[in-house]
């Protein structure tokens, strides 16, 4: 007996892929329609969302008094390092939140090559009182010797001197940014673009950072320093490729510059995920969350926020030469 294949299987296996094929091409087209002609309608998602996330950090401000959850390096306060690593970590920050319940306390662990060396538990007490009362707690808790633990104590004033500093230095950043865009396009529009989608970039990276209730250190701070970086670099490529290339049309040189961002982008978040899937340190982990965050962000805010203010100035440009 001889086999012979289906033929009505066979057609109807190239029908099925035929139509998926048809139908993601069909997407592909009204995607690239809507991106290309309404652009001035797509302009008003990155725009609502710097205004969702103005909101969010005003009613931080006003709830709170600080525009961040700020962290112990920053405001201040207290951390007791233990360095009995038999102590279960969460059953500790379980009893002391429930014997502190208006105090700001963190339990975590300090490991080195994936092995835990020590336990450090910070609190925003900065009084000797205060931090004896949490010692003794501590000590209830778990049988400490004077030689299982220190004591390191950082003032609220220097935590403000430094948060003071860095956003000094974030505003010179962005100054220089903006005069260093202004002489290489020579032009003030795509100067605002680029800045406005670095400050957008910040904005809603620090409203969805409040969100995830994590506490902002100096190490946080560092990584929105990065994000600038990271925000300027798509955004400079898209704009030199627009404004200073000419072969092409303003939507093929834009589809290029999309080409390469993206696999940019890609690459970092990539790295970025696998951080923070492997490492354990609590202060990468942060890094790490500020940068996927941001760098999610700044696909919208340079792909459809910068690209729409572009193509609105150059068809301004075009007709005035008109």
Request: glycine content about 6%; proline content about 1%.
């Amino acid at each position: 007996m001889t086999l012979k294949p289906d033929i009505n299987i066979k057609h109807k296996t190239s029908q099925s892929l035929y139509r998926k094929h048809r139908f993601e091409s069909n997407m592909m087209k009204s995607f690239k329609e809507i991106y290309e002609n309404k652009y001035k309608v797509l302009l008003i998602i990155p725009f609502l969302i710097l205004i969702l996330a103005l909101l969010q950090i005003g009613m931080q401000y006003s709830f709170t008094g600080e525009f961040v959850n700020k962290g112990i390096t920053l405001k201040g306060g207290s951390t007791i390092t233990i360095t009995k690593t038999s102590i279960d970590v969460n059953e500790l920050e379980s009893f002391l939140s429930n014997k502190f319940p208006k105090a700001d306390i963190n339990v975590r662990t300090l490991t080195i090559a994936g092995k835990i060396v020590s336990i450090a538990i910070d609190s925003d007490a900065q009084e000797n009182e205060e931090i004896d009362v949490l010692l003794e707690s501590i000590k209830e808790k778990e049988n400490l010797d004077k030689d299982d633990y220190s004591i390191e104590v950082m003032g609220s004033s220097l935590g403000k001197s430094f948060f003071k500093q860095t956003l000094i230095a974030l505003l010179i950043a962005f100054l220089l940014m903006g005069v260093v865009v202004l002489i290489y396009f020579r032009s003030l529009a795509p100067c605002l673009a680029v800045m406005l989608a670095a400050f957008s970039d910040i904005v809603v990276t620090l409203a969805i950072f409040n969100l995830t209730g994590i506490k902002l250190s100096t190490a946080g701070i560092a990584a929105f320093l990065m994000l600038i970086g990271y925000s300027v670099d798509t955004d400079i490529l898209l704009s030199t490729r627009v404004l200073k290339r000419k072969e092409g049309s303003v939507m093929e040189r834009i589809y290029g510059a999309i080409k390469t961002g993206l696999t940019m982008s890609t690459t970092t978040l990539t790295a970025v995920l696998v951080a923070l899937i492997f490492v354990e340190s609590d202060v990468i982990k942060q890094i790490m969350t500020i940068l996927f965050i941001g760098l999610l962000v700044d696909l919208v805010m340079t792909w459809i926020q910068n690209v729409g203010i572009l193509r609105l100035y150059l068809e301004r440009k075009g007709k005035k030469k008109h």
